[in-house]
């Protein structure tokens, strides 16, 4: 697998783990929002109609009582609060789920008419009684009964609610520090992948590389990965090698020509020396006590490359009853390459 691939792997991962994150997060906050929906919307409402039932129901009571002692206002009394009564009551009903609301709701509706008809009664009367009063007083109560089972219900429903919302949001909670725990682990393998896999390599890469310019060519890579770092570290190897070979090679033709410069040198009848232009020896069948003596005048051997031309001829004075040397600048195609040097016998 290569590099790339597996940099695209690694970070798609990670996008993978946040688009779920997200998404988890969504969904949880969508259920989460329908339960609240559920609580604010159905129950919440059908718990206020309850109560607006209740303070009806209140209404009525009072109002039949004004109605019985012959107070002036008590039949408008009455009617508005029948109609608070219904309007909360048709909330009640509109808003029923499920069996057990629906069979409140019917209830609520049959204790409803009853009371209709005992309200009309007690209005049609030219002098309402005790015993209709009575008999509203009881279908008030038959209601307040049905409303107060239903108020009981729409609260048992909202702690239902409730206790479900907050089971859902430590559910998401949880999920969401999961997935959270998760990415952190995902992070951290995929750093210590990155740190092992390219980052360490990329530090062998450059103590190979401050090895060579310091002169260390046998230090080598390992290149057992596929990716591109390997196929670089093969090359880097190979070209490593190549060059040691053509080092050994160059040695060693180096050290052929020597041989043949020797040959060359030592076919000549007097001690000779072929010296560079920098002074050093290349070949010489000089005496060790020559050799000494050329290394010595390596400064004015440089000195003559100076003044002298392609094939001129000098001479370095006896020293020390060595022997004087006959200098003869050697030169390819008109540019000096070195001198010849050959030893006189040593003066009487």
């Given at each position: 697998m290569t590099?790339?691939?597996?940099?695209?792997?690694?970070?798609?991962?990670?996008?993978?783990?946040?688009?779920?994150?997200?998404t988890v997060s969504a969904l949880g906050l969508q259920r989460f929002?329908?339960?609240?929906?559920?609580?604010?919307?159905?129950?919440?409402h059908r718990v206020e109609a309850a109560l607006v039932i209740l303070r009806a129901l209140d209404a009525h009571a009072a109002a039949a009582a004004a109605l019985r002692r012959g107070e002036r206002d008590a039949a408008a009394a009455l009617g508005a609060a029948h109609q608070e009564l219904e309007r909360a009551r048709a909330i009640v009903v509109a808003r029923a789920r499920g069996p057990e609301e629906l069979e409140r709701a019917a209830g609520l509706e049959r204790e409803a008419a009853a009371l209709r008809a005992a309200r009309d009664r007690l209005r049609a009367a030219s002098a309402p009684g005790a015993e209709d009063e009575l008999e509203l007083r009881?279908?008030?109560?038959?209601?307040?009964?049905?409303?107060?089972?239903?108020?009981?219900?729409?609260?048992?429903e909202m702690q239902r609610a409730e206790?479900?919302?907050?089971?859902?949001?430590?559910?998401?909670?949880?999920?969401?520090?999961?997935?959270?725990?998760?990415?952190?682990?995902?992070?951290?393998?995929?750093s210590r992948a990155l740190q092992r896999g390219v980052l360490a390599r990329l530090d062998e890469l450059k103590a190979l590389g401050d090895a060579v310019a310091a002169g260390d060519r046998g230090r080598r890579l390992r290149g057992r990965h596929d990716d591109e770092l390997g196929l670089l570290a093969r090359h880097l190897n190979a070209a490593l090698d190549h060059q040691e070979a053509q080092e050994a090679r160059t040695e060693g033709r180096l050290n052929q020509q020597a041989q043949l410069l020797l040959g060359l040198v030592g076919a000549r009848p007097e001690p000779t020396a072929l010296v560079g232009l920098d002074g050093a020896v290349i070949a010489s069948t000089l005496p060790a006590a020559g050799d000494a003596r050329v290394a010595s005048f390596a400064e004015r051997i440089r000195d003559e490359r100076q003044v002298a031309a392609p094939g001129a001829v000098r001479r370095v004075a006896d020293v020390d009853g060595g022997g004087g040397l006959t200098l003869e600048l050697l030169a390819h195609r008109g540019r000096?390459?070195?001198?010849?040097?050959?030893?006189d016998a040593p003066a009487a």
């Open positions: 590099l790339r691939t597996r940099l695209l792997l690694g970070y798609g991962y990670l996008v993978a783990l946040l688009l779920a994150t997200a929002g329908r339960s609240l929906d559920r609580i604010l919307l159905e129950d919440v009881r279908r008030v109560d038959a209601v307040r009964r049905q409303a107060l089972l239903l108020l009981e219900h729409d609260t048992r206790a479900t919302a907050r089971r859902q949001a430590q559910g998401f909670a949880l999920g969401l520090a999961a997935l959270a725990v998760v990415a952190l682990l995902s992070l951290g393998f995929l000096p390459v070195g001198w010849l040097v050959t030893l």
